[in-house]
C-alpha cells in the first residue's frame, strides 16, 4: 500500500515564505509527482510538478515565481517553497505521486489530477493578510 504523506504546512502573514513536503512509500510508489491545492468552496487546481528523468518541472501560472518545487535525494521526497505567498493561497495542499509502472506524466498533463494514482491527506496553509 502506497502511503504519502505531506507535511509543513501552517499559518504565515502576507508577503512570508513556508516550505512544505512530501514523501511516498510502499510497492508502487514512483518518481513523479504534483502537488495540488483547494480552497474551501473551490475546486482542486494544479500548482506544480516535476518528474525524475530530467527533472523537467511544470507550474500554474499563479505559481510562476514565486513557488519552486524540487526533489530530495533519492526518489522519494519532494518539497514546494513557497515565497511571497497572498491571503489567495491560503488551502490545503496536496502531494500526488504516479505509479512507477506509469513512466512520466506527458508533459502537457503534468497538473492533470488524472495523471497521479496516489494522494495524502493534505497539509493546510494559512496566509493572513
Known amino acids: 500500500q502506497v502511503q504519502v504523506i505531506e507535511s509543513g504546512g501552517g499559518s504565515v502573514q502576507a508577503g512570508g515564505s513556508l516550505r512544505i513536503s512530501c514523501s511516498a512509500s510502499?510497492?508502487?510508489?514512483?518518481?513523479?509527482m504534483a502537488w495540488f491545492r483547494q480552497a474551501p468552496g473551490n475546486q482542486r487546481e494544479g500548482v506544480a510538478a516535476?518528474?525524475?528523468?530530467?527533472?523537467?518541472?511544470a507550474y500554474a501560472t499563479f505559481a510562476k515565481g514565486r513557488f519552486t518545487v524540487s526533489r530530495g535525494n533519492g526518489r522519494s521526497t519532494w518539497y514546494l517553497q513557497m515565497n511571497s505567498l497572498t491571503p489567495e493561497d491560503t488551502g490545503m495542499y496536496y502531494c500526488?505521486?504516479?505509479?512507477?509502472?506509469?513512466?512520466?506524466?506527458?508533459?502537457?498533463?503534468?497538473?492533470?489530477?488524472?495523471?497521479?494514482?496516489?494522494w495524502g491527506r493534505g497539509t493546510q496553509v494559512t496566509v493572513s493578510s
Open positions: 500526488a505521486n504516479r505509479n512507477v509502472n506509469r513512466g512520466p506524466p506527458s508533459r502537457s498533463y503534468m497538473l492533470h489530477p488524472s495523471e497521479y494514482n496516489y
Open positions: 516535476i518528474v525524475f528523468g530530467d527533472g523537467a518541472t
Open positions: 510502499g510497492p508502487g510508489a514512483g518518481p513523479n
